[in-house]
């Protein structure tokens, strides 16, 4: 059986398929990607870059000497391809792939949903940040002007 580019093929993963068709070769629905190895579910948090999307996800570390867990993130980029175009504050389904580039081994091979809250906690992010750096920039003119009276 000879397959045509824009047939799509079994990944032995139970995700929904995309109902659109894209020319994508490093799709693993229509192109040659193969997916294996580890696969993990995480939000999205950037699409800035073409083709790839930071995932990002929680996951909790045991502290032996103090027996308590904390909160860690890891986060991964992953190929983003044309027929799936997850945009950020989905949750996704990623798997392991070959090296796509320096740092991209992942690709997304489902959309889950979205995540509540998504924009209004980026929108807290960016504010606090934005506070920051204020609060950076009148430190450094009270530290001048300080040394304009002595």
Request: net charge positive; glycine share 6%.
């Amino acid at each position: 059986m000879v397959k045509t580019k824009m047939e799509v093929k079994n990944m032995g993963i139970k995700v929904e398929r995309p109902k659109e068709k894209c020319n994508d070769s490093n799709c693993p629905f229509h192109g040659s990607l193969k997916c294996r190895g580890r696969i993990f579910t995480g939000t999205i948090i950037l699409t800035n870059m073409q083709k790839t999307a930071t995932v990002e996800w929680e996951h909790r570390y045991f502290l032996r000497k103090y027996e308590r867990y904390e909160k860690r993130r890891s986060r991964v980029k992953a190929h983003n391809p044309g027929c799936l175009n997850a945009q950020d504050g989905d949750i996704v389904k990623i798997t392991e792939c070959r090296p796509l580039s320096k740092t991209k081994n992942f690709v997304i091979v489902g959309i889950l949903g979205k995540e509540k809250g998504f924009k209004e906690k980026m929108e807290a992010q960016e504010e606090s940040k934005v506070k920051k750096e204020v609060k950076k920039a009148e430190e450094q003119t009270d530290g001048a002007e300080e040394e304009v009276t002595v």
